[in-house]
């Protein structure tokens, strides 16, 4: 089972990125996928999530209407859509599993069964 985040990098503030989470060993089907935030001497947070089966979407309130979370079920993969991007969103994201449903709205996701390695935002001018 591995899950790998990718898509990271430096932009202006204002600009987008987009991150994959591409699940391996397993199918989107039966765990939803999380994405997971820490700043520098923060702790982590959880920014969406959609689930496994009736693929319902969740987001921190700080990226509503910013952060858009979908899958393409081709490929295994999650991505998250960052538009309108704030210094405030500088972070390491990490992508994680867990079986059928999302964690709570404003778990930190300490119960995901997997995690991906991180990939680091950096939005900056």
């Known amino acids: 089972v591995q899950l790998q985040a990718s898509g990271g990098g430096f932009v202006q503030p204002g600009g987008s990125l987009r991150l994959a989470c591409a699940a391996s060993?397993?199918?989107?089907?039966?765990?939803?996928i999380g994405w997971f935030r820490q700043a520098p001497g923060k702790g982590r947070e959880g920014v969406s999530c959609i689930n496994s089966n009736d693929r319902k979407t969740y987001y921190a309130d700080s990226v509503k209407g910013r952060f858009s979370i979908s899958s393409d079920d081709a490929k295994n993969t999650v991505y998250l859509q960052m538009n309108n991007l704030k210094p405030e969103d500088t972070a390491v994201y990490y992508c994680a599993a867990e079986r059928w449903l999302c964690p709570p709205p404003g778990s930190a996701g300490d119960k995901m069964d997997y995690w991906g390695k991180g990939t680091l935002v950096t939005v900056s001018s």
């Open positions: 060993g397993f199918s989107l089907d039966y765990y939803a």
